[in-house]
């Protein structure tokens, strides 16, 4: 995901680089503010990152429809 600023004019930089193809564009408004939760939340992951505790794609999903089916 690709997040533009547009002064609604000029073509931002950000679409210059894409490579040629179809795109769909939606415009945003601020995003939310998060509570300190859910911050901390993004800071505990982002440190799981860092210190290689990650788990793969496939090993995500499988846990997330194992907790789905309970």
């Not at 547009?6 to 415009?27: C, I, S, T």
């Not at 090993?59 to 309970?70: D, F, I, T, Y």
């Amino acid at each position: 995901m690709t997040i533009i600023e547009w002064n609604g004019e000029d073509l931002p930089e950000q679409l210059r680089r894409l490579p040629a193809g179809k795109y769909v564009l939606q415009p945003t408004g601020e995003p939310p503010e998060l509570t300190p939760e859910q911050e901390e939340g993004l800071r505990q992951a982002m440190r799981s990152v860092r210190e290689g505790r990650t788990i793969s794609a496939e090993e995500s999903r499988r846990r997330l429809e194992a907790r789905l089916k309970q």
